[in-house]
C-alpha cells in the first residue's frame, strides 16, 4: 500500500484545512487509517483514527475541531481541521492498517505517507 498525503500549508490561527491521503495498492477499504504529527524534537503523536466500518477517535486536543472520514470509492481518506491553533503546527502523516485495536499506537500501522506541512500562524 502506498500513502499519498497532501493539503498542508500556511494558515492563521482559527482558519481551516483539509488534509488529503491517497491510497493505491491494497484493498483500502478493509484497512484501518490514521492521522499523526510530529514537531521537530518530538515523538510522533497520534491525532485521529477511522476504522473501516466508520468508527473514528480523536486525540483530546482536537476533539470538537478536527474531523476524519473515508470515500473508500475515491481510496481518500480526509482530516478537516478547523479553529485551527498555532500549536496545531507540524508535519502530518497519514498512516494504514491491516488490523488491530491499538488505534492510538504508531507501532500498529503498517504503512505511512510522506507527511504534509501544516503550519499555524498566530
Known amino acids: 500500500v502506498q500513502l499519498q498525503a497532501s493539503g498542508g500549508g500556511l494558515v492563521q490561527a482559527g482558519g481551516s484545512l483539509r488534509l488529503s491521503c491517497a491510497a493505491s495498492?491494497?484493498?483500502?477499504?478493509?484497512?484501518?487509517m490514521a492521522w499523526f504529527r510530529q514537531t521537530p524534537g518530538k515523538e510522533r503523536e497520534f491525532v485521529a483514527h477511522?476504522?473501516?466500518?466508520?468508527?473514528?477517535y480523536y486525540t483530546d486536543s482536537v476533539k470538537g475541531r478536527f474531523s476524519i472520514s473515508r470515500d473508500k470509492a475515491k481510496n481518500t481518506v480526509y482530516l478537516q481541521m478547523n479553529s485551527l491553533k498555532p500549536e496545531d503546527t507540524a508535519v502530518y502523516y497519514c498512516?494504514?492498517?491491516?488490523?488491530?485495536?491499538?488505534?492510538?499506537?504508531?507501532?500498529?500501522?503498517?504503512?505511512w505517507g510522506q507527511g504534509t506541512l501544516v503550519t499555524v500562524s498566530s
Open positions: 477511522i476504522s473501516w466500518f466508520g468508527v473514528s
Open positions: 498512516a494504514a492498517a491491516r488490523s488491530g485495536s491499538r488505534w492510538n499506537d504508531r507501532s500498529m500501522y503498517e504503512y
Open positions: 495498492g491494497g484493498t483500502f477499504g478493509s484497512y484501518t
